[in-house]
């Protein structure tokens, strides 16, 4: 049990990568606080799991103020917050995306990164650590025409992790990102746009697109004390795809 007597929240855990991730901690022993804004899905996995469920829209202050505090007062602490949720654009020039959607882009995989900050790092200063997993993209470290603004957000949250990792480790915080190739999630279809499937899949050396669980073993890890000494990485899990 990797992760026993653990309390973790992940966001957007109501499916995709977060929903694995979920389940993975749990599994493994961690109480998990499951945030999303589908309340019907959200719900039932966290009842499935084991843990608490919350109604949370990540870039709202208040919302992830409530997600975090539902942490404490339930288990009495919060180890690990991973700052799953995100958005895109469909695939298509970057002149076509309206400043709405930008906007609704950086704030939900931006902005909610620094919310979390604000309220997870005194928390985890007070309780002598914890550690923070970011999920970032390959589209952050190998960008591709036509999702020029997400690539942008993933950049972003990159960059954020090791600086925050650099700041925050003499509190004994560990910030690492994880940065997967495009898996099957509800967010593929806008990640291709006009292309296939296969056309993509043929850009993995290993031949196939990222799976959940594959995401869910590498936050595992880098939650876990096998990581203790772990810290600013981007860790990509994609196959290859970024070599």
Request: hydrophobic share 45%.
């Amino acid at each position: 049990m990797q992760l026993e007597d653990k309390v973790a929240v992940v966001t957007g855990a109501a499916s995709g990568f977060g929903e694995a991730i979920a389940r993975r901690y749990a599994a493994e022993g961690a109480r998990v606080v499951v945030a999303d804004l589908n309340d019907q899905t959200g719900g039932r996995i966290a009842d499935e799991i084991g843990g608490a469920y919350i109604h949370a829209d990540v870039s709202d202050r208040d919302d992830v103020r409530a997600m975090v505090r539902t942490a404490v007062d339930t288990y009495g602490r919060l180890d690990t917050m991973v700052n799953n949720a995100g958005v895109t654009h469909v695939n298509r020039p970057m002149l076509e995306v309206g400043e709405e959607e930008f906007d609704r882009i950086f704030e939900v995989n931006v902005k909610a990164i620094y919310l979390a900050a604000m309220e997870v790092v005194p928390l985890m200063r007070e309780q002598g650590g914890g550690c923070i997993v970011n999920t970032a993209s390959t589209a952050g470290l190998r960008p591709r025409p036509g999702l020029t603004w997400y690539n942008a957000s993933k950049g972003a949250v990159i960059t954020m992790t090791k600086s925050m990792a650099a700041e925050l480790g003499p509190d004994n915080i560990r910030v690492n990102a994880l940065c997967p190739v495009a898996g099957d999630t509800p967010l593929l279809p806008s990640f291709l746009g006009a292309n296939t499937r296969e056309a993509f899949e043929a850009t993995v050396p290993l031949g196939r697109l990222s799976t959940s669980e594959d995401v869910a073993k590498a936050a595992l890890w880098l939650a876990s004390d096998e990581a203790s000494f772990i810290t600013g990485v981007a860790l990509e899990v994609d196959g290859g795809r970024c070599v």
